[in-house]
C-alpha cells in the first residue's frame, strides 16, 4: 500500500513559470516530509524538508507547503529553470525513523 | 560525488544466483539505508542500518540480507535472484539516526537478472 502518493508521472512548464509539483499522504503520523530531486543516472539528492509542526517553508527557488488537514504538500519552483528539469521524490517520515516515498513526478522545463 | 559509493554500477547475473552489492556512506555518517527502485516504482524501502546495528527493515524479502561492518560499510546480499528482482538499488547514509537532516543517496547499483 502507498502511503505517499505522486499522482502526476509528470510535468512540462515554461521556463521563468512556476513549477508546482503535489504529493498525498495517508499517514497521518508522519512527522517530516521530504523532497527529493533526481537527475539521470544520479542518486536523488536532498532539496528541502518541512516540518509537521509548519505549513511553510522557504528556501531560495523552492517553498514546500504542506496542508495537514488534506494530508496535502506540494513544491513550488518560481521562476522554473532548465536545470531544474528532473525527477522528483516526495518523501515521508514516520515515528519508527522510515522515510516513505512517492513514485515521483518527471518535470521538464522547456527553455 | 555525494560522497556515498556504490559497487559495481552494473550488475547483470542469471536467476538463481546470489549477488552482493557494497555501500560506503559518507564520512562520518553512522547511518546506511537501503532502498529498491522497479520500473514506475518509487523508492521502496529496505533497511537501515545505525552504526552496525540493524535499526530498521522494510519491505525485503526474505531472500535479501543485509549488514553493515565496523568500518561503516554496508553490503546487501540478494539471492534466490528472480527475474522480478531487476531493479536500482540505492543506498544512502545520513550523520544522524534522524532522516530530517536528509539523507545522501549514492549513485545506484542497475541489476539486471536474465
Known amino acids: 500500500d502507498q502511503q505517499v502518493k505522486q499522482n502526476s508521472p509528470s510535468l512540462s512548464v515554461q521556463e521563468g513559470r512556476i513549477s508546482i509539483l503535489n504529493c498525498d499522504y495517508t499517514?497521518?503520523?508522519?512527522?517530516?516530509f521530504l523532497w527529493y530531486k533526481k537527475y539521470p543516472a544520479e542518486g536523488p539528492t536532498f532539496l528541502i524538508s518541512?516540518?509537521?509542526?509548519?505549513d511553510k517553508n522557504e528556501d531560495g527557488r523552492f517553498t514546500v507547503f504542506l496542508n495537514k488537514s488534506a494530508k496535502h504538500l506540494s513544491l513550488h519552483i518560481v521562476p522554473s529553470q532548465p536545470g531544474d528539469s528532473a525527477v522528483y521524490f516526495c518523501a515521508a517520515r514516520d515515528g519508527a525513523n522510515n522515510l516513505f516515498f512517492g513514485t515521483g513526478t518527471r518535470l521538464t522545463v522547456i527553455p | 560525488d555525494s560522497g556515498v559509493t556504490q559497487t559495481p554500477k552494473h550488475l547483470i547475473t542469471a536467476t538463481g544466483q546470489r549477488v552482493t552489492l557494497r555501500c560506503s556512506p559518507r564520512?562520518?555518517?553512522?547511518?546506511v539505508y537501503w532502498y529498491q527502485q522497479s520500473l514506475d516504482q518509487g523508492l521502496q524501502f529496505l533497511i537501515q542500518y545505525y552504526n552496525g546495528e540493524e535499526r530498521a527493515k522494510g519491505n525485503i524479502l526474505e531472500r535479501f540480507s543485509a549488514q553493515q561492518f565496523p568500518d561503516l560499510h554496508s553490503e546487501l546480499n540478494l539471492s534466490s535472484l528472480e527475474l522480478g528482482d531487476s531493479a536500482l538499488y540505492f543506498c544512502?547514509?545520513?550523520?544522524?539516526?534522524?532522516?530530517?537532516?536528509?539523507?545522501?543517496f549514492g549513485s545506484g547499483t542497475r541489476l539486471t537478472v536474465v
Open positions: 544512502a547514509s545520513s550523520a544522524r539516526d534522524r532522516a530530517n537532516y536528509g539523507y545522501t
Open positions: 518541512i516540518s509537521s509542526i509548519k
Open positions: 499517514n497521518s503520523m508522519f512527522d517530516y
Open positions: 564520512s562520518g555518517d553512522l547511518s
